[in-house]
């Protein structure tokens, strides 16, 4: 049993059409299961997260609601999630027995997701700060340190994070391998199905090509089941509850960035100021 569906081509070339659909019970449970094991280490195993010191001469000056994501990156995050979930559903449900006419509205999804992340793209290139969702050598370094912590070697405690932990970090940087994936071969499959956008030209490509691109297209869709049931668990962990809140109303507690942030990692103006660049940035 391979992970590649195969056929013969009219050509009698023996090509790939797309992935073996039992990958979709694969990518739901291994979700599942990283979750039950996060759950169980979390509740039973972790220590209390400890980190150095915090330096900041006068947390008072903060404003009492840190500024964190705003309103375009909110109104982003959800119309993004919104058509992240419309194309799982639309894509694998007919996979399992829920038979419905899917591929107007997966296309439709997947131009929504498409535009959105090109504004994305834009968006954090020129209005925010795009360099705080990609590791930095402090990361590395901090992460190296909870490492030899957790094996119960003597290191020093890391320092608080920056606006997104490493965890985060690496999180965003598989969504934008997998993202990617989907929407390049996305693109190009709409000219095998009928859409507003261009002429059905099914014969772009040859078979072998068309093949391999449905086959990422299907690894790289069941690879984002699993990161959304990952992404979706911890938005509901109850200590990640101020995060995810902040995803609606844009702000977090002043309490709540002393406790996991590092003021000079992560600079958010005075309270009298909180309009500077700094504190709009998100
Ligand atoms: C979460 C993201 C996505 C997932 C999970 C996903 C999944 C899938 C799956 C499983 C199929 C069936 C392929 C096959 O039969 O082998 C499919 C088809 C298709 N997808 Fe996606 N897809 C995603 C994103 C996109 C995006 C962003 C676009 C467009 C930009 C797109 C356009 C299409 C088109 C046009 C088809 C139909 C191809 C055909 O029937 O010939 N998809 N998708």
Redesign the pocket.
């Known amino acids: 049993m391979g992970i590649i569906e195969w056929a013969t081509s009219p050509l009698g070339q023996n090509v790939p ?3 073996a ?1 039992f990958l ?1 019970w694969v990518a739901l449970i291994a979700g599942l299961l990283f979750l039950i094991v996060h759950a169980i280490y979390i509740r039973y195993f972790a220590g209390e997260k400890q980190f150095v010191a915090g330096s900041l001469a006068d947390p008072a000056q903060l404003p009492a609601r840190i500024p964190r994501h705003s309103l375009a990156a909110r109104l982003f995050h959800w119309i993004m999630a919104a ?2 979930f419309t ?2 559903f ?3 449900l007919p ?1 399992v027995g829920v038979q419905f006419d899917w ?1 107007t509205y ?2 439709v ?3 929504v ?2 535009v959105s992340i090109i504004f994305h793209i834009i968006h954090a290139s020129f209005y925010l700060d795009f360099w705080s969702i990609w590791p930095d050598r402090a990361d590395l370094e901090d992460a190296w340190k909870r490492v030899q912590r957790f094996m119960g070697k003597s290191a020093a405690l890391p320092r608080k994070f920056a606006k997104y932990p490493l965890e985060n970090k690496l999180y965003h940087g598989a969504i934008v391998l ?2 990617m994936s ?2 390049v ?3 190009f ?5 009928r ?1 507003i956008f261009f002429p059905r030209n ?1 014969y772009l490509f040859g078979d072998m090509t068309w093949g391999l691109m ?2 990422l ?2 690894l ?3 690879g ?2 699993t990161l ?1 049931v990952v992404h979706v668990y911890f938005a509901i962990r109850p200590e990640k509850l101020p995060i995810t809140a902040s995803m609606i109303v844009g702000t977090m507690s002043r309490e709540f960035y002393l406790q996991e942030h590092d003021p000079q990692r992560w600079v958010v103006g005075p309270s009298t100021s909180s309009s500077s660049p700094a504190g709009r940035r998100g």
């Open positions: 059409i797309h992935i659909w979709i058509s992240m194309l799982l639309t894509a694998f996979r591929v997966h296309w999804a997947g131009t997701l498409t997998t993202g989907v929407i071969t996305g693109v499959m709409m000219s095998r199905v859409t099914p449905y086959v297209h299907g790289a869709g069941v984002l089941i959304v």
